[in-house]
């Protein structure tokens, strides 16, 4: 079956420094990938998504995320953090032609030092 | 911007009772989904809905769980009997058809069985 892992559970940073989150996925084949974003009191939002072609797709608030097959990995990025980028983050995948449901990691919090 | 919408926000409960939580999806949307996210876990898929039918679900989807859209505008999410471990954040998802298409997130109802 497949799963998501994001192996860090919170992760501390600057503002103004830049960001990487960790995402790995276990699945046979390439499979949908998503990014998205909890702030207190929301619900989740899409930062990103990756179906196919350029391996590097870039999101909404300034926040880009890096498909690497050989690694399972899709990490995400952001050059410059905000005080409002403080919040979870979660991996998910969806495999294609296999339902619409989503898998997700377990989350990485963030919090921003001003 | 359309938003999913999910009431109550916050429902406490006796063990036993039954619960339903309720959810407006995004209005041109084919696609309904309800996840839950236990204190410490990972956001799981329960259940998804599309043409008035169950199209997928999870070994968590048990017979004391139900899906109904009464009518066009209202998805609902029933408990019959509440157990101490149905106490979780259930999110309500929306999505058109497509494979390739977002799933709309709600800001979750925090169900609490004491």
């Known amino acids: 079956a497949q799963s998501v892992t994001q192996p860090d559970i919170h992760i501390t940073v600057s503002e103004g420094a830049s960001l990487e989150l960790r995402c790995n996925y276990s699945?046979?084949?390439?499979?949908?990938l998503f990014w998205y974003v909890q702030s207190p009191g929301q619900g989740l939002q899409l930062l990103l998504k990756?179906?196919?072609?350029?391996?590097l797709v870039q999101g909404i608030k300034g926040f880009e995320a890096e498909f690497k097959r050989s690694q399972s990995s899709f990490n995400l990025r952001k050059p410059s953090v905000h005080w409002s980028d403080a919040a979870e983050y979660f991996c998910?995948?969806?495999?294609?032609?296999?339902?619409?449901?989503?898998?997700f990691g377990g989350g990485t919090r963030v919090l921003v030092k001003p | 911007e359309p938003e999913v919408t999910q009431t109550p926000s916050h429902q406490v409960t006796q063990m036993g009772q039954e619960v339903i939580l309720r959810c407006v999806p995004i209005?041109?949307?084919?696609?309904f989904y309800w996840y839950r996210q236990i204190l410490g876990q990972k956001v799981e898929f329960l259940v998804s809905?599309?043409?008035?039918?169950?199209?997928?679900k999870s070994e968590i989807f048990d017979d004391q769980f139900s899906v109904e859209r009464p009518d066009g505008s209202n998805f609902t999410l029933k408990i019959r009997s509440t157990k101490l471990e149905d106490s979780a954040m259930y999110f309500c998802?929306?999505?058109?058809?497509?494979?390739?298409?977002?799933?709309?997130f709600g800001p979750g109802t925090r169900l609490t069985v004491t």
């Open positions: 998802a929306s999505s058109g058809l497509a494979a390739t298409y977002e799933q709309y």
């Open positions: 998910a995948l969806k495999i294609k032609a296999a339902g619409n449901k989503l898998t």
């Open positions: 990756y179906f196919s072609g350029d391996t």
């Open positions: 209005s041109n949307h084919l696609y």
């Open positions: 699945y046979g084949a390439t499979p949908y």
């Open positions: 809905f599309y043409n008035n039918e169950i199209s997928e």
